[in-house]
Nanobody, 127 residues
Framework: QVQLVESGGGLVQAGGSLRLSCAAS????????MGWFRQAPGKERDFVAA????????YYTDSVKGRFTISRDNPKNTVYLKMSNLKPEDTAVYYC????????????????????WGQGTQVTVSS
């Protein structure tokens, strides 16, 4: 059983930056591919970024490419989402998720692929 705890959210002006962290416990972190999703008010939860177990492969939704960077530190059991040039439309609750996999290079974009979820952290971007 893996527990995930996000942190780093907050209020930022458009054009600013934030770094989200997701600390994992209760499992072998390097056995999990990780992902970030977000849910804006009144909308469904959407995929943002994913990273493979080893960290050598990443994938982003089009709207954040070039602005967001997902990374992981396996010895620290933590995955990060660095967000730059933030826009008001990035306002949402951000969730990290973990998927146990034997594939060292696989990444996953579907919400249903992930078994474990954090509680979320609010990101608000003011215009």
């Amino acid at each position: 059983q893996v527990q995930l705890v996000e942190s780093g959210g907050g209020l930022v002006q458009a054009g600013g930056s934030l770094r989200l962290s997701c600390a994992a416990s209760g499992g072998t972190f390097s056995s999990y591919a990780m992902g970030w999703f977000r849910q804006a008010p009144g909308k469904e939860r959407d995929f943002v970024a994913a990273i493979s177990r080893s960290g050598n492969r990443t994938y982003y939704t089009d709207s954040v490419k070039g602005r967001f960077t997902i990374s992981r530190d396996n010895p620290k059991n933590t995955v990060y989402l660095k967000m730059s040039n933030l826009k008001p439309e990035d306002t949402a609750v951000y969730y990290c998720a973990a998927h146990h996999t034997s594939s060292s290079g696989g990444y996953y974009t579907a919400e249903r692929s992930y078994e474990y979820w954090g509680q979320g952290t609010q990101v608000t971007v003011s215009s």
